[in-house]
């Protein structure tokens, strides 16, 4: 007998008639939550099933099912927004979601809090205001992220944009079951919702019927600015420049923070530097990328799923070579004639990453206006007690209009600004509380976590909630040994998935367990990544308590304050001293009679 070894979610995708299912269906009924196989289907139209958390232990207690909520997910290729549109997802969180965005690590806007009822609503009014969902979530190219700083003294970065919007065009699926879903009927002022299978078959050329074996993540950086992270993006462009122009780009290949240490063969990786191409042919190369991930991806165990590990297992030159194979195929889908890429690929180019920027503060644009990179710690815009953030932003994008760009650390650019608003939005700013990058201490400002509790299903720990309070701890331990001034990342997730990346970071902390009785979470401490996310860390020390983390992490900073190199920063002085070492040295210091570590 012939055994069926592709996983559950395969069969549901390919039964689901171009990504509909009875997602229409579900949506008009009585229930406060979906099916399974539904919920499955509605990431790729851009939502998540979830459940508060919070209230979990109390209903259960009195008897009743889980507070389902829905996170519907933006996608905005290199957060590029309007001033309207990111006033419309203020109105839209307001009436629909939580009263709160999340500007997420992928330059994207999450709402959190959604319920059944007006899943329909919040999704269409967020088409209204020209942006989508679609393919934000799903086993799909996933929202391309992109250098966002508005630098126009030349045009490289401009250009970049312009390949991230291309890219995300070309990558989004076919079918025609998201608009039919969510958008209204412009001629009739109906809503469009089509029960059952389309009546014309829909051919997808990129994704099939069964769409990828799993999400698929592409970025554009510049080597002089990976604030992106491309080496952890499945496919990462980097941008390979002579003077003001773009010659091509280095493609990465097979990055990816996610890991499931209870299940063998799992890891995060750096990407691999497959190829240089021009930027002509980045879309064909891109796509061949695609097409071989989509056909020989792992079907039958989504752990081992994403493209790293077809290059893991293959290693890099039979992948490269399969990508070859299939650029004809890739090439006719992007309607260029047979044969336009050379073939085999060239060799990287020499250019590498090399610098990283936030982009936060001031900047003049080089078009004589001005943005302003505003830290949001952890992407979370609300208002809270005397830090009124989202009435700052409300107020700011009303009265002077700027453009918006979202940024891979979840921060926001308040851009095109003439000289002497300057001072205005600043006024703004000040007036409700909202901290410029001048009054945030380093440590905070490189910081970022994911969200977790209480609204990721998959969180172990706390995450987002904890860390600006550990941080202050951080901070104060910082300036006792007169460290402040350093520059590293300091990264936490609630779980190994690693959406805040933490495994590239100078510092990363992990959630693992969960103490039953008080919650306490237990982290895992990664160090030795580095700011410009070419480096992988490695465990420091495992499981331990929220409450003991920084007093762990003090015989450490005081190793790097004595014996650091000039200009060293803490991942590379941690590479470079190693583990056992920097476990040696703490181990000293603990013992009664040493006098360092107070
Ligand atoms: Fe993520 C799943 C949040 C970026 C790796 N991620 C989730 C879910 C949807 C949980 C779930 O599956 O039920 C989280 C929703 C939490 C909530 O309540 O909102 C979630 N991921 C996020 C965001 C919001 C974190 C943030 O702090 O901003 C980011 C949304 C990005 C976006 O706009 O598209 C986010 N996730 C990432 C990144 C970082 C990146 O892409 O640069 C990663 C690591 C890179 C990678 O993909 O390898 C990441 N998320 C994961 C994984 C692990 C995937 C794997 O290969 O194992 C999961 C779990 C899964 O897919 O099964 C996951
Ligand atoms: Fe949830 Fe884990 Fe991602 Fe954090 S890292 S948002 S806990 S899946």
């Known amino acids: 007998m012939q055994v069926d070894k592709k996983s559950k979610v395969e069969h549901i995708k390919e039964g689901s008639a171009g990504l509909r299912g009875s997602i229409v269906q579900e949506l008009s009924n009585d229930s406060d939550h979906v099916s399974d196989a539904t ?17 979990r232990k109390d209903r259960r207690k009195q008897g009743l099912d889980k507070e389902f909520i829905f996170m519907v997910r933006n996608r905005i290729p290199g957060g590029k927004i309007t001033a309207a549109q990111f006033l419309g997802e203020l109105d839209i969180a ?24 007006n899943l329909w609503n919040t999704i269409h009014q967020i088409n209204e205001i020209k942006l989508s969902t679609q393919s934000a979530c799903g086993d799909v190219e996933r929202n391309v992220v992109c250098c966002p700083a508005p630098l126009r003294h030349n045009a490289i970065r401009d250009q970049l944009q312009q390949y991230a919007d291309s890219i995300a065009d070309h990558l989004r699926p076919r079918t025609r079951a998201y608009h039919e879903i969510w958008l209204q009927d412009p001629a009739t002022g109906e809503k469009q919702q089509v029960v059952g299978p389309p009546t014309e078959p829909e051919h997808d050329p990129i994704y099939g019927q069964a769409y990828l074996p799993r999400k698929f993540k592409t970025g554009i950086a510049l080597c002089e600015d ?54 002509e042919h980045v879309l064909p190369v891109l796509t061949a990328i695609v097409l071989v991930q989509r056909d020989f991806g ?14 893991h297992n293959w ?16 090439e006719s889908i992007c309607g260029v004639p047979a044969g336009t890429v050379p073939r085999p690929l060239a060799d990287p180019d020499a250019a590498d990453v090399t610098h990283h920027h936030d982009h936060l503060g001031w900047h003049e644009q080089g078009d004589g206006k001005y943005f302003l ?103 104060a331990e910082l300036s006792r040994l007169g460290l402040s001034d350093k520059q590293f990342t300091v990264r936490m997730t609630g779980c190994p998935n690693g959406c805040a990346r933490p495994y590239n970071a100078d510092i990363g902390f992990v959630g693992r367990s969960a103490d039953g009785k008080t919650g306490e979470g237990k982290y895992t401490i990664f160090v030795g990544g580095n700011l410009i996310g070419t480096r992988m860390s490695a465990v420091y020390k495992d499981l331990v308590p929220m409450s003991q983390i920084v007093s762990e992490l003090r015989p450490l900073l005081l190793y790097y304050k004595q014996a650091q190199h000039d200009g060293e920063t803490l991942g590379d002085f941690c590479d470079r001293i190693g583990i056992e070492e920097l476990l040696r040295f703490d181990d000293e210091q603990k013992q009664p009679n040493s006098s360092a570590v107070a």
């Open 39 to 55: 919920t499955k289907l509605l990431k790729f139209h851009g939502t998540y099933q979830q459940d508060n958390r919070d209230s």
């Open 94 to 117: 307001d009436e629909f979601g939580n009263g709160t965005l999340r500007i997420t690590t992928r330059q994207g806007i999450q709402l959190h809090g959604v319920v059944k009822g």
């Open 226 to 279: 990976n604030c992106i992270d491309v080496y952890a993006q499945d496919a990462g462009l980097l941008a390979v420049t002579r003077g003001d122009a773009l010659v091509g780009f280095n493609v990465l290949v097979g990055g990816g923070m996610g890991t499931t240490p209870s299940s063998d063969n799992c890891f995060p990786a750096l990407a691999k530097r497959m190829a240089f191409v021009a930027p």
């Open 298 to 311: 792992n079907r039958a165990d989504r752990h081992q799923a994403r493209m790293k590990y077809v290059i």
């Open 315 to 330: 290693g890099l030159a039979k992948f490269k070579a399969k990508v070859e194979e299939y650029l004809p195929q890739a």
């Open 373 to 475: 990179g505003l830290p949001i710690e952890n992407g979370r815009v609300k208002d809270d007690g005397e830090v009124r953030l989202k009435s700052a932003l409300r107020e700011i994008f009303q009265r002077f209009k700027p453009s918006g760009r979202l940024t891979a650390q979840q921060n926001i650019l308040l851009c095109d600004l003439a000289a002497p608003l300057r001072h205005d939005v600043e006024q703004v700013l000040n007036e409700h509380g909202v901290l410029t990058i001048d009054r945030i201490s380093n440590v905070r400002r490189f910081s970022f976590a994911c969200p977790a509790l209480p609204t990721c299903g998959l969180a172990i720990t706390e995450s987002e909630r904890v860390m600006p309070v550990l941080l202050s701890e951080l901070e």
